[in-house]
């Protein structure tokens, strides 16, 4: 049975920096697409980053590009997402998920998600 586990959200104040894990069960890294996700309120699911674990590469929205780095533990089989210089409008429920390849970006590639983890920014 495969199973999504993040972690790693909360409160923090606008300039600050949270690290999301996604600890992944039931599958392994070496043929899986992980990307984090995240939905605000009254927004659509838009997809924030993700690592092709078969040769490590990253993709990133342009809204996150140079402040949050996604990075992979495989030997944990853990997913990381490093986020730095955070945003009022980064504020949303951080989903991490899994597939076998397709458009990063579009939630319909995915077999399976997380559960989430909220992320609020704010002073």
């Known amino acids: 049975q495969v199973q999504l586990v993040e972690s790693g959200g909360g409160l923090v104040q606008p300039g600050g920096s949270l690290r999301l894990s996604c600890v992944a069960s039931g599958l392994t890294l070496d043929y899986t697409v992980i990307s984090w996700f995240r939905q605000a309120p009254g927004k659509e699911r838009e997809g924030v980053s993700c690592?092709?674990?078969?040769?490590?590469?990253?993709f990133y929205a342009d809204s996150v590009k140079g402040r949050f780095t996604i990075s992979r533990d495989n030997a944990k089989n853990t997913v990381f997402l490093q986020m730095n210089s955070l945003k009022p409008e980064d504020t949303a429920v951080y989903y991490c998920?899994?597939?076998?390849?397709?458009?990063?970006?579009?939630?319909?590639?995915?077999?399976?998600w997380g559960q989430g983890t909220q992320v609020t920014v704010s002073s």
């Open positions: 998920a899994a597939s076998n390849g397709g458009s990063w970006w579009a939630p319909y590639e995915y077999d399976y």
């Open positions: 690592i092709r674990s078969r040769d490590g590469s990253t």
